[in-house]
């Protein structure tokens, strides 16, 4: 089993719906967590940190799920511009990032 | 201030040159982390740096040296360029270490390396 695993897509939404994103992870003792946007052909860039409380910005919403081992990011309303790939990041005693999943918002 | 800056932005290299990238940051972070990506891959950690002087082996750092003399500079040594090393490579740094909460990194813009 792969470290850090991301359903890679394509996810091809239009305007307006709501999506969602599931990352899971292998090691328990996993300590961080992050979700972070790339668009094409540019560097990563952080979105949100992961709480174990859940967190919400905006149109974003991020949670943990340390049972199943899993970390999910909502996203509502989607607009052109979410169009990007969302990498899931998890953080023990090394860094992983995941393989991303691709999002494209149809008009 | 610039954040992370790295040169050169593309290079091309014939197979057995060799060549350094340079990665730069502002920030005052102690760890610093170079990166590569290629398609279907995702990141994957080459070397990384915990402090001034201090260097460590990521998932794939057969191929490469890094440096770290400087608090705010991390080069990346290829000390003879393969196809193989045909990549996208991004340097990061980060404020605190990994599995802290001050571990977000932020990115450099990456630098696109082609070995013909």
């Known amino acids: 089993r792969k470290e850090v695993e991301q359903d890679p897509g394509p996810f091809n939404v239009p305007e307006g719906a709501t999506v969602a994103f599931n990352c899971t992870y292998s090691?328990?003792?996993?300590?961080?967590f992050f979700w972070y946007r790339q668009d094409c052909r540019k560097e990563p860039k952080l979105l949100m940190s992961v709480y174990s409380s859940g967190n919400e910005d905006g149109r974003f919403t991020a949670q943990l799920n340390r049972a199943s081992q899993y970390i999910s990011l909502l996203i509502r309303d989607s607009k052109l511009s979410d169009s990007a790939t969302y990498l899931c990041?998890?953080?023990?005693?090394?860094?992983?990032f995941g393989p991303g999943t691709s999002l494209s918002v149809i008009p | 201030n610039a954040g992370v800056t790295q040169t050169p932005k593309f290079r091309v290299l014939k197979t057995g040159q060799s060549m350094t990238l340079l990665c730069a940051q502002d920030m005052n972070h102690e760890y610093m982390y170079w990166y590569r990506q290629d398609p279907g891959m995702g990141l994957r950690l080459i070397h990384y740096?915990?402090?001034?002087?201090?260097?460590a082996k990521g998932e794939v750092p057969d191929g490469y040296n890094v440096s770290r003399l400087k608090k705010q500079n991390f080069l990346l040594g290829l000390e003879s360029a393969a196809p193989s090393q045909t990549s996208v490579y991004f340097c990061a740094s980060s404020y605190g270490g990994r599995g802290t909460v001050a571990d977000t990194q932020y990115f450099g813009p990456g630098t696109r390396l082609t070995v013909l």
């Open positions: 990041v998890v953080n023990d005693d090394k860094v992983i």
């Open positions: 740096s915990v402090g001034e002087g201090t260097t």
């Open positions: 090691n328990s003792a996993s300590q961080s």
